[in-house]
């Protein structure tokens, strides 16, 4: 079975600091996705970042960098210099990697609340 | 235009009556998804459908049976509502393939039953 952990219920920051969001996974499948969406306070549900499971090498899209550790089931989501408008419930989800349609399994989500 | 879109986007209702709710989305995606946020904001999947033929049903009480015209629209509706209904329903749609198969979200849809 399938199953993603986001211990970190919510994180409270300082605009300008960095936060990391942690992301652990389970999974049997030896291929797989992994997931990074946003769920501001609007809440709609907004795709960050996808990644397979043969690809470690870590991303970065301008303030947000995600680091994939295959050797400890982590894909951790780094927001550098984080903003006001970074506030969101973040949640990480699994796939498994079958062509035609897959089940997003999510974690629990991490509510992160940036002050001025 | 919106690449997924949901109707209506709030809806409170009685227990015991029937609802509806609408999903299209503009891709040209093949298969749509409905997922289920709860109270403390957890996400389940409920149902999948690829070119309006149903492929995932999870664990769902059978009052909720989604229905999909063509591979645009996924209808969800739900018979004699409870309490428990009371979520967000979410619909998702993504396109099969390699390098593809991410799903992109509508807005939801707050369903609150009384």
């Known amino acids: 079975a399938q199953k993603v952990t986001q211990a970190q219920t919510e994180i409270s920051v300082v605009e300008k600091e960095d936060v990391t969001l942690d992301c652990v996974y389970e999974t049997r499948d030896t291929t797989y996705y992994l997931f990074w969406y946003k769920q501001p306070p609007s809440g709609e549900l907004v795709f960050l970042i996808r990644r397979n499971s043969f690809d470690e090498q870590n991303e970065i899209s301008g303030r947000y960098s995600w680091n994939f550790q295959k050797s400890t089931s982590s894909f951790n989501f780094t927001i550098t210099a984080s903003q006001v408008v970074d506030s969101a419930v973040y949640f990480c989800a699994l796939s498994d990697m079958n062509t035609g349609f897959q089940k997003l399994v999510f974690g629990t989500g991490t509510r992160l609340l940036v002050s001025p | 235009d919106t690449a997924v879109s949901q109707t209506p986007k709030y809806l409170v209702t009685q227990m015991g009556n029937d609802k509806s709710i609408k999903c299209e989305q503009n891709?040209?995606?093949?298969?749509m998804y409905w997922y289920k946020q709860d109270s403390k904001k957890f996400l389940k999947i409920m149902f999948s459908?690829?070119?309006?033929?149903?492929?995932i049903n999870e664990t769902v009480p059978n009052r909720f049976s989604p229905k999909s015209p063509d591979k645009a629209h996924l209808n969800l509706h739900i018979n004699s509502l409870e309490l428990g209904d009371s979520a967000v329903y979410f619909c998702?749609?993504?396109?099969?393939?390699?390098?593809?198969?991410?799903?992109?979200f509508g807005a939801g849809t707050r369903l609150s039953v009384l």
């Open positions: 459908y690829n070119n309006k033929e149903l492929i």
């Open positions: 998702a749609s993504s396109q099969p393939g390699i390098g593809k198969n991410i799903q992109y």
């Open positions: 891709l040209g995606h093949d298969t």
